[in-house]
């Protein structure tokens, strides 16, 4: 891709996953950023003059372009199909992040005003792209270890977020567990039932707000193996990001990353070693950038991205049915959603 024209890239949302995308786009030979574009005019300035890009506060300003060829919508969930939408109308390849909506109706919606046009989407699954993750799922697939039996993710985040973030942010099965519905679908194929359960174990917000702070959940696929989903919303020791695939002649894991691979041994402690990385824009930066590569991959090349539009919606469907699980106390099939 390299002797090609760079591919002209618009930007929507200046948060946390703007900024990351941002950086990506600018250390890529392969992409520009050309736009960014947030209500908040002043953040998106700033952004924009960080990389050398224009500021806008209007999308048809980055939709009008003739030299925007995809945009990324990092900008608040219930803009992601709005603002997806209307870029693929434009004509622009585009890459979504999670979740796509909070609500499946939204996201039918969108995919029907645009005749289809949602299945060139890429969504936010950067998890995928996680060197150890990729690594353990190539391997799965070549069949090292026999056929999966059973697989399990464990994803605890280092802190609860703050009161304003979990009043909107659709609860913990759609705004964190979302990712592992995915990574589970990324191993087991298409997921048939789920089984949740969880409460509130120490966060007094996310309590005010109906939602949960711990949970598992069992997902089980066509074939009858079952992936166990851990997640809290607090770990002391860091960002705990661990998978296993345990198969009929053995299993792979991978493990929490840490900055260095250097352990202490002496009379006190033996292979003591650093804390694991504290939060997911170091854990999943190498993630990130391989995300954004294949993004441009399947827009220069024309091809389906993976995760797809419909790799989305499944996993926004698993998260309702966890809800619904949860609240009722039974294993809930897929099929009964949406």
Not at 314 to 338: K, M
């Amino acid at each position: 891709m390299t002797n090609k024209p760079p591919l002209g890239i618009g930007l929507f949302g200046c948060g946390r996953i703007g900024w990351v995308h941002a950086a990506n786009v600018a250390a890529s030979p392969n992409a520009e950023l050309l736009w960014v574009c947030d209500p908040r005019i002043d953040a998106a300035r700033e952004l924009a003059e960080r990389y050398g890009a224009r500021a806008t506060d209007n999308p048809q300003d980055v939709l009008e372009d003739p030299r925007v060829h995809a945009t990324l919508v990092g900008s608040s969930t219930p803009t992601h199909m709005q603002l997806t939408a209307a870029s693929v109308l434009a004509g622009k390849r585009v890459l979504c992040e999670k979740p796509l909506d909070l609500d499946l109706a939204v996201i039918d919606e969108a995919h029907a005003s645009t005749a289809g046009g949602l299945s060139q989407v890429m969504v936010g699954f950067n998890r995928r792209f996680d060197p150890s993750f990729a690594e353990v799922h190539r391997r799965v697939q070549s069949g090292e270890i026999g056929e999966l039996e059973q697989l399990t993710i464990v994803s605890r985040d280092p802190a609860p977020p703050p009161a304003d973030y979990l009043a909107v942010s659709g609860g913990l099965f759609r705004d964190m567990t979302i990712h592992d519905f995915d990574m589970a679908r990324f191993f087991l194929g298409d997921i048939v039932s789920v089984f949740a359960t969880g409460g509130v174990l120490f966060s007094d917000d996310a309590s005010s707000v109906g939602d949960i702070d711990t949970a598992s959940v069992i997902v089980t696929n066509t074939a009858g193996v079952q992936c166990q989903i851990i997640n809290s919303r607090r770990c002391s020791y860091g960002y705990d990001q661990r998978i296993e695939a345990f198969g009929s002649r053995g299993a792979l894991r991978a493990e929490n990353q840490r900055d260095t691979t250097v352990s202490l041994y002496t009379e006190t402690v033996t292979a003591a070693k650093s804390p694991v990385q504290s939060f997911f824009l170091e854990r999943y930066s190498a993630a990130f950038r391989g995300e954004l590569a294949h993004f441009l991959s399947v827009v220069r090349d024309g091809a389906l991205p993976e995760p797809s539009f419909a790799d989305g919606r499944a996993a926004l469907v698993c998260a309702l049915a966890a809800q619904l699980s949860l609240s009722q106390g039974r294993v809930v099939r897929t099929d009964e959603i949406g």
